[in-house]
């Protein structure tokens, strides 16, 4: 993550900037680089506060706040995986790819039109099964603990 250009889009007043700076901030999963942020969060949320903020599918303003949220409790020690729960749009299979996870098993389900994941969380080993509903214009995602 390139610090300097991530604060430029989010303090930059711009929608579609923070929306993209908030998203590249959700993709790092490098706690030293997120906690660089948090002496900025004031001043992202000023300038947040002061932007009509758009979003047709994903709302800017509530991709922006997520982030920020991340930056704080990655700071805190928190694993990556709490951002599952949060956010129907984080793909797994994303995810995984970029190394943050392991998919275990997988299986279509015609009848309800969705794909269904189990999933290992490669920082701290907790378990999900996450319901991809296939359609629409987005994927989007449920998240839920597995159950053991």
Partial sequence: M??????????S????AMWEGSWEILRCNEPEQLT????HI????????????????ISHRSSVRLALRYVVERSRGSCRCILYGE????SPTQ?????YLRIKETQIVQARQEQQFWIMCNGC?????VVEMIGGHVARYQWREALP
């Fill in 42 to 57: 004031p001043a992202i949320e000023d300038a947040m506060e002061k932007t009509r903020m758009r979003g047709t599918v």
């Fill in 2 to 11: 390139n610090l300097e250009a991530v604060l430029q889009k989010m303090l």
């Fill in 13 to 16: 007043r711009k929608s579609d």
């Fill in 36 to 39: 660089q942020i948090l002496p």
């Fill in 87 to 90: 956010e129907s749009y984080i």
């Fill in 125 to 129: 080993g907790m378990e999900f099964r």
């Fill in 95 to 99: 995810e995984r790819e970029r190394g």
